[in-house]
């Protein structure tokens, strides 16, 4: 959080006096991923884990490999995967995976995504998670069941179509639809002045091989009728905000979805009403 705290008042002098490392600074600022420490019950819950390490090709950053570090609990024939959110870690899910592992035969599968908890890399972005996913599919499970939060839920129908996997269930809780605009959402909060969210969205668009608004998963979501999805959302999250999530489910109507009043977007993976519906649409599709 030191980091960002550091960007977030260099880019407040930079924007306001145009300094030439503005772009620079936003571009950082929106690819740092902060790291929240561990709780102790989080570290005791890793600590439970099989820990391995896989790697990921990270084609926007550096051009190599990075090491993801991945966390399993059980055995089990049944896989379940877990995708954590932007700014979070593996540990983030300590309420589901501690519901998860009463299921009987299961594999509980979780991972920090590059630049996110223990994983290495400077900067993380969306398409970093999807090779991740992708990564352990290839290398250590076919996961039965794939469970996304916020950014990892719009990763997961990313590596799901890339890598044509094929779950008994995909679970979406909060998920994020529009990359650009959540951009956007963090520029203001920084008060980064129109002029210089327009350039960096020209640079981007020059440094990666996609428009950013080619991710929006309203447009991006070519899995109706192929897989069940089951949905949750709060009617009221600002990150991920309803506007956009009604779109989707509009177009999508093979999606089940389901609104948990004053579940907000973080709290909601701690919501004892979701965590029950999770299980119980796992325990209906196994």
């Not at 995976?97 to 995504?113: H, N």
């Amino acid at each position: 959080m030191k980091r960002l705290k550091k960007i977030i008042n260099e880019l407040k002098i930079s924007t306001d006096i145009k300094h030439e490392d503005a772009p620079n600074l936003i571009r950082e600022f929106i690819f740092y991923s902060p790291k929240i420490p561990l709780r102790l019950h989080q570290e005791q819950l890793l600590t439970s884990s099989k820990q391995f390490k896989l790697n990921v090709t990270d084609t926007y950053f550096t051009g190599g490999e990075l090491i993801i570090n991945c966390f399993s609990w059980g055995n089990g024939k049944i896989k379940i995967l877990l995708t954590h959110g932007w700014a979070s870690k593996a540990a983030d899910f300590f309420e589901l995976i501690i519901e998860l592992q009463k299921i009987e035969d299961v594999e509980i599968i979780a991972f920090d995504a590059p630049g996110n908890g223990s994983s290495e890399s400077d900067f993380s972005n969306l398409m970093l998670y999807a090779e991740s996913v992708k990564s352990i599919t290839a290398n250590h499970a076919v996961p039965d069941f794939i469970i996304g939060h916020s950014l990892g839920g719009m990763a997961n129908v990313i590596a799901i179509q890339e890598a044509e996997i094929n779950p008994k269930l995909l679970i979406s809780i909060a998920p994020l639809i529009r990359l650009k605009e959540n951009f956007e959402q963090s520029m203001d909060l920084v008060n980064i002045s129109v002029s210089a969210k327009e350039n960096f969205f020209k640079n981007f668009n020059a440094e990666f091989p996609v428009n950013v608004d080619y991710f929006n998963l309203t447009e991006l979501y070519k899995l109706n009728g192929k897989i069940n999805h089951f949905l949750a959302y709060d009617k009221e999250d600002h990150i991920s905000p309803y506007v956009y999530l009604t779109e989707f489910l509009d177009k999508h109507r093979s999606v089940i979805s389901k609104a948990y009043k004053d579940a907000g977007h973080y709290k909601i993976l701690k919501s004892t009403e979701v965590m029950a519906d999770v299980i119980a649409n796992i325990k209906l599709a196994i």
